[in-house]
């Protein structure tokens, strides 16, 4: 049977908020971080079970399965990894318990009510199967996982965490994600909240734009071996200066737009207003920011590259 195709996730994380095998910022509730994954859930084939469970723990690339189950072994819990094509070979002993039980009940029965002796078999592969389908999903429904996040914006975040490296910007974009996620779970259940859930969608799907224009001149820099600027680094009037300063100007854009949801979160949550202007103002500021960046990166990098 066909098995769902997004299931990297987990609900008890090994390391709350980080990637079981890099152990990067992960604010997704993933097991394993989209980087990690190769960007692409659905090619994950293995079930990562940990003894005695009905359900999977995860649901991983093969390749990563033994990251994961050493984790857990390192927290004391004894997993294995199966293919998804031989789930069945996961389930506990006491499901397979509970089935030679419905065998056995059918066949003491077979001289009482003889009928039921022959819908024993139908029903031990009925709750055989149904027994499966559970542990083919992970202890985390697949459909909850980024639930709060609409899916044109789940799909942005998940594409950049895809392409960011460990390091501080992706640490920043975590940070707005996490508190963004919160925010838009609160404001699910307000009907008038609407605006506000656009709003912050926005915003972070411009963050998500920031953070990778950060990480681009990250991995500028590291290759110069370039200091921070204003950290006894280059000089801000040079091309290397003035991409460090850029850098650490988008690093604050990110730290500013962690405070501002959190900020709203709090009056949302605990007073009930709505002083969502704040949040608004700074999306449309940050998304105007992100496209002129994307168009004088490339200027930036030649530049950088011709000294």
Do not use: K
Not at 134 to 153: F, H, I, K, N, T
């Amino acid at each position: 049977m066909t098995p769902a195709p997004l299931v990297v996730t987990s609900a008890d994380p090994l390391e709350a908020g980080r990637c079981a095998v890099c152990g990067a910022a992960e604010p997704l509730d993933l097991v394993v971080c989209p980087r990690c994954a190769g960007g692409a859930p659905e090619v994950a084939d293995t079930l990562v079970v940990v003894r005695g469970d009905e359900r999977a723990y995860a649901r991983v690339p093969g390749v990563l399965a033994p990251a994961v189950v050493g984790r857990l072994a390192r927290e004391g819990r004894t997993a294995r990894a199966v293919p998804v094509t031989r789930a069945w070979a996961a389930l506990p002993p006491r499901t397979w318990a509970l089935l030679l039980a419905v065998v056995v009940a059918g066949a003491a029965a077979r001289f009482a009510i003889p009928a039921l002796w022959w819908i024993t078999p139908l029903v031990a592969v009925l709750l055989l199967v149904a027994a499966e389908r559970a542990m083919l999903r992970p202890q985390l429904d697949p459909g909850v996982v980024g639930s709060e996040l609409p899916p044109r914006l789940q799909r942005q975040v998940v594409g950049a965490f895809a392409e960011l490296p460990p390091g501080r910007a992706r640490d920043l974009l975590a940070d707005v994600v996490r508190r963004a996620r919160a925010l838009l779970a609160a404001a699910g259940a307000e009907p008038n909240d609407d605006r506000v859930a656009r709003d912050v969608a926005d915003l972070v799907g411009a963050c998500c734009e920031i953070a990778l224009e950060h990480a681009r001149l990250d991995a500028v820099l590291g290759e110069r071996g370039t200091p921070s600027a204003g950290a006894g680094g280059a000089p801000r009037d040079t091309a290397p200066g003035r991409a460090a300063a850029a850098r650490d100007l988008l690093a604050e854009r990110l730290r500013a737009a962690a405070a501002a949801v959190g900020e709203l979160y709090a009056q949302q949550v605990e007073r009930g207003g709505p002083a969502a202007e704040r949040v608004a103002e700074l999306a449309s500021q940050l998304a105007g920011e992100a496209a002129a960046r994307r168009h004088g990166a490339a200027e930036v990098e030649r530049l950088l590259q011709s000294r």
